[in-house]
Nanobody, 119 residues
Framework: VQLQASGGGLVQAGGSLRLSCAVSGSILSINTMGWYRQAPGNQRELVAT???????NYADPVKGRFTISRDNDKKMVYLQMNAMRPEDTAVYYCYTDLVEINLRRTNYWGQGTLVTVSS
C-alpha cells in the first residue's frame, strides 16, 4: 500500500492551496482518511479527518478555512486550504486507516508535502 501526497508549495498569506493524496495497493476497504501536519520543532498534529461515510472532523485552528473531502472510487483524499496563515506552514501528511486484501487492518502515512505560507 502506498500513499502519494501532492499539491504543496509556497503561497502568500490569505491565499489557497489544495492538497491531494492517492492511495494505491491491495486494498479491500478504506475507512478514515485524514491530514496531519508537523511544523519545525513541533509534534505532528491533526488537521482534519473524514470517515467513509463523509463525517468530518477539524482541528480548531483550521475550522472554517480548510475543507477535507474524499473520492472513494478514486481512493483519493483532498484538503482545500483557504485564507492561509503563516502558522499553517508545515509538512502535511495524509493518513488512512484501511483493510488490506489479506483482511489486515492497519494505518498508513504518506511521505509528506511541504506547505509554506509567507507573510
Amino acid at each position: 500500500v502506498q500513499l502519494q501526497a501532492s499539491g504543496g508549495g509556497l503561497v502568500q498569506a490569505g491565499g489557497s492551496l489544495r492538497l491531494s493524496c492517492a492511495v494505491s495497493g491491495s486494498i479491500l476497504s478504506i475507512n478514515t482518511m485524514g491530514w496531519y501536519r508537523q511544523a519545525p520543532g513541533n509534534q505532528r498534529e491533526l488537521v482534519a479527518t473524514i470517515t467513509i461515510g463523509g463525517r468530518t472532523n477539524y482541528a480548531d485552528p483550521v475550522k472554517g478555512r480548510f475543507t477535507i473531502s474524499r473520492d472513494n472510487d478514486k481512493k483519493m483524499v483532498y484538503l482545500q486550504m483557504n485564507a492561509m496563515r503563516p502558522e499553517d506552514t508545515a509538512v502535511y501528511y495524509c493518513y488512512t486507516d484501511l483493510v488490506e486484501i489479506n483482511l489486515r487492518r492497519t494505518n498508513y502515512w504518506g511521505q509528506g508535502t511541504l506547505v509554506t505560507v509567507s507573510s
